[in-house]
């Protein structure tokens, strides 16, 4: 399975500040991905990211707000800007993994955000 | 659009019991994966099994065995002899193609098992 990192594993913020979240895989995807996951609640996506061109975001969620980088096909940033106690959440970056076949998605651990 | 259902909010059961989770799903694509994952207290995700919608064999690995039927659109999952580790939140997943796209959870069920 692949081996997913995420900076950092969690923060504490002030309302109106941004924080970038970093994911870091050991093998080269073409695809990463972004979720979110508020309290007590599922994982949403958030959006696509492909190394080399631009997010591709779900509905209900906008560059402006989570802006991602993808500069190379083994890491990706995600932003959440301007932030409010609505975004208190867990942020988790996903990938695909093809082993022997098959295709399974394989999430980080996770970066635990609470926001003031 | 894709939609999974896992109708058991919260389940509790007292160690060595065995436990099932309930999955449905609804597709209108022929080809598709469902997915199970873990997700303990500590908050990461762990990955379980994948299913393509062409293998309805069933699975087992170890205490955990998973029913795959088209016919009613589930895919459940039975903890056998289940133990106090075994307590986190379970999630069911339904993707429509291949490379996470369009890659959709259920709600989660809590099942907590006590001593």
């Known amino acids: 399975s692949a081996v997913i990192s995420q900076k950092p594993s969690r923060d504490i913020c002030q309302r109106g500040t941004s924080l970038t979240i970093q994911c870091q895989v050991d093998?080269?995807?073409?695809?990463m991905f972004w979720y979110r996951q508020q309290p007590g609640q599922s994982l949403t996506l958030i959006a696509t990211?492909?190394?080399?061109?631009?997010?591709?975001?779900e509905s209900g969620f906008v560059i402006d707000k989570f802006p991602i980088s993808r500069p190379n096909l083994t890491f990706s940033t995600l932003t959440v800007s301007n932030m409010s106690p609505e975004d208190s959440s867990i942020y988790l970056c996903?990938?695909?993994?093809?082993?022997?076949?098959?295709?399974?998605?394989?999430f980080g651990p996770g970066t635990r955000l609470t926001v003031l | 659009a894709q939609k999974v259902t896992q109708a058991q909010t919260e389940i509790s059961v007292v160690e060595k019991e065995d436990v099932t989770l309930d999955c449905v799903y609804e597709?209108?694509?022929?080809?598709?994966?469902l997915f199970w994952y873990k997700q303990p207290p500590s908050g990461e995700l762990v990955f379980l099994i994948r299913?393509?919608?062409?293998?309805?064999q069933n699975e087992i690995s170890g205490r955990y065995s998973w029913n795959f039927q088209k016919s009613t659109s589930s895919f459940n999952f039975t903890i056998t002899a289940s133990q106090v580790v075994d307590s986190a939140v379970y999630f069911c997943?339904?993707?429509?193609?291949?490379?996470?796209?369009?890659?959709?959870f259920g709600p989660g069920t809590r099942l907590s098992v006590l001593p």
């Open positions: 093998s080269q995807v073409t695809m």
């Open positions: 990211a492909n190394q080399g061109s631009e997010a591709t975001y």
């Open positions: 299913r393509n919608s062409f293998d309805e």
């Open positions: 996903s990938l695909t993994s093809h082993t022997t076949g098959t295709d399974t998605q394989y």
């Open positions: 597709t209108r694509d022929t080809t598709y994966y």
């Open positions: 997943a339904l993707s429509e193609g291949n490379y996470g796209q369009n890659f959709v």
